[in-house]
């Protein structure tokens, strides 16, 4: 069962205020990245794992969609997509993604932004995201990166050389991590690189493309908060196909 | 052009003395891992690239592989392989990886045990190693992880929450990092882990399995001195094979 900390009063006050929740897919910064990655979505049947308040559900049936089923485990975000994210495409539902089972060959595409680093169990979800997707059928999601995920104390340092730097440990020992962030103890699942890939061949479903997340020189001269993106990405990055 | 370290006397010497170079494949930690990764090796046509003192290519002429070609750039190591690992399906051959080309359909499997991460153009490489395997063919390789060759100056420190970590930073700035290791200024080409995937899909070769290498807890208790690897993985190993 996946923590809710997005009904937390405090961590839901502190998201709402995020550029990515008050100004949508135009406030995340590596969503240029994940729409290059996307396929036409036209006349597709889209499932959003994780919607957040429905921007990329919004999206998708601006797009064409022919349906979307959006969910999230909570009730605050779900609340807050019905009303500012309405679309008769789309159909918001409350689900606990380590819990959620989809029908088979009901996807043409599934996504998922920033969501899968909540979950206790992948390996089951992965196997109900195979069994949903059609033949060819894309799944596109992003994810903390395991980098980013590591560490048992998160946060930048000057190291010993004098260089901002991340300092990785744990990297191997996978499982839950506390930070603060937004909210105190907020729980986050560290995943392997390689563990991400190899739910991808386990289940039938093909890497077609990774990103690790930075800012291009353009992005760098237009925000250089985001310098720090270029040392150590923050976001993961994947597409794939079900083979046919 | 690759860097030929390998024939740097104090280089060599350090080298030849590594586990790996003294005891073979069972010498190297790694390889456990990266032979489960392999095919039968059974009447196969094998290019080993960056075959050092030819253990790999020993290994899989006894497995009865009809052929082996095995490249390194170092006239060293060549004559050493010769010496200590001759066996007549095996071509021992002078290459600058950088620079070598390679018969279409030559290979049922590429091999390359920490090579690549010496070359400069490992695009122009793939190329030829997706033109060189039959469909269906196989690509193991092995390769310095990503977060290893990343920062600028490398090496362990004690972090501000008192943790041994590996500071990580210029992870995105791809490119030569010149470090010390058994001899000074040894230059390996940083590439993120993105970039090695992405190499694989644009050349027709699919991944089939990806390993951050880390000790078991048996081979923790049998040799403490790996527990690092636990905390910041030095060797990447992937699967692939080339698309029917």
Not at 46 to 57: E, I, Q
Not at 90 to 118: E, W
Not at 171 to 176: C, P, V
Request: hydrophobic content about 45%; charged content about 20%.
């Amino acid at each position: 069962m996946a923590q809710n900390i997005y009904d937390d009063e405090t961590f839901f006050k502190g998201y709402s205020a995020l550029p990515r929740s008050e100004r949508g897919l135009d406030g995340a910064p590596e969503w240029p990245s994940l729409k290059a990655m996307l396929p036409a979505l036209g006349h597709k049947n889209v499932t959003d794992l994780g919607c957040g308040f429905g921007w990329f559900a919004a999206h998708a049936a601006a797009s064409g969609a022919a349906s979307v089923i959006a969910y999230d485990i909570s009730e605050n975000m779900l609340a807050r997509a019905r009303e500012i994210n309405a679309n008769p495409a789309i159909t918001y539902a409350q689900a606990d993604l380590d819990q959620l089972t989809l029908a088979a060959g009901s996807a043409d595409l599934v996504y998922s932004s920033l969501a899968f680093h909540y979950l206790s169990d992948l390996k089951r979800l992965f196997a109900e995201i195979s069994k949903a997707l059609v033949a060819g059928g894309n799944l596109v999601f992003s994810v903390e990166h395991p980098m980013f995920t590591s560490p048992v104390t998160q946060g930048w340092v000057k190291d010993v050389h004098g260089e901002r730097s991340w300092p990785i440990n744990n990297y191997l020992n996978e499982g839950a991590r506390s930070s603060d962030w937004l909210a105190q103890g907020v729980v986050k699942q560290h995943r392997t690189f390689a563990t991400y890939l190899n739910l991808l061949t386990a289940n039938n479903v093909r890497l077609t493309h990774a990103e690790e997340w930075g800012p291009t020189g353009a992005e760098l001269a237009a925000n250089s908060a985001l310098a720090d993106e270029r040392q150590r990405p923050t976001f993961l990055l994947i597409s794939a196909r079900k083979n046919p």
